[in-house]
């Protein structure tokens, strides 16, 4: 089955760009979904077909998908950024969704 | 205003049965492909099963294949989640997740908040 890779944690201070990846063999042929989920809540999507934004997700945060990797990046991280963050793809030899095992972002 | 709320969850003992349902409001349910995504505590999320428009056709993550039956209502804009022999492993939270869409670009546009299943003796 599919595997996805996050690093389990990334801290940033408060104004500088946050990258959080995914890994996946030749992800870039596949849609990279990303979801936010903070303490105590749902996850919301932040992030959709690899660079695409919801509406209502400010244009800090964008999405890059290449090769073997997908990266989520938030710019001018606030403090209301911190959170866990998963991406997602579809695995269509199974029909199944996967997800990756989550990124802590600590602000500092 | 899209809502999806879930119901069902509590304690069981292992090798019991609970049925979860997920009401929906809001928008067309019989328009949207559900899905149901767990989160054991303090861990990630792992899709459990999905379920197409007219329930006709419903997949299962391996972990549950054989334990857990998806279904629907549209009658009554409901999804659920019949899950059996339950282990201590499934414990978790339940959510209900609505598709947009089914493609490889598709993804989980809403969320309900979640039911919480815990198993144990």
């Known amino acids: 089955s599919y595997v996805l890779t996050q690093p389990p944690s990334v801290s940033v201070a408060p104004g500088q760009t946050a990258r959080i990846t995914c890994g996946g063999r030749?992800?870039?042929?596949?849609?990279v979904h990303w979801y936010q989920q903070k303490a105590g809540q749902a996850p919301v999507p932040v992030i959709y077909?690899?660079?695409d934004r919801p509406s209502g997700i400010p244009e800090r945060l964008s999405g890059s998908n290449a090769g073997n990797t997908a990266t989520l990046t938030i710019s001018g991280v606030e403090a209301g950024d911190e959170a866990d963050y998963y991406c997602?793809?579809?695995?269509?030899?199974?029909?199944?969704?996967?997800f990756g095992g989550g990124t802590k972002l600590t602000v500092l | 205003e899209v809502q999806l709320v879930e119901s069902g969850g509590g304690l069981v003992q292992p090798g019991g049965s609970l049925r979860l349902s997920c009401a929906a409001s809001?928008?067309?349910?019989?328009?949207?492909?559900m899905h149901w995504v767990r989160q054991t505590p303090g861990k990630g999320l792992a899709w459990v099963s999905h379920?197409?428009?007219?329930?006709?056709?419903?997949t299962y993550a391996e972990s549950v294949k054989g334990r857990c039956v998806i279904s629907r209502d549209n009658t009554k804009n409901t999804l659920y989640l019949q899950v059996n022999s339950l282990r201590v492993e499934d414990t978790a939270v339940y959510f209900c997740?609505?598709?947009?869409?089914?493609?490889?670009?598709?993804?989980?546009?809403?969320w309900g908040q979640g039911s919480l299943v815990t198993v144990s003796s």
């Open positions: 379920i197409n428009t007219d329930g006709s056709r419903t």
């Open positions: 030749n992800i870039g042929r596949l849609s």
């Open positions: 077909s690899d660079t």
């Open positions: 809001g928008f067309t349910f019989n328009n949207y492909w």
């Open positions: 997602q793809v579809w695995d269509s030899t199974g029909d199944h969704w996967v």
């Open positions: 997740v609505r598709m947009r869409g089914h493609s490889t670009s598709s993804f989980y546009d809403y």
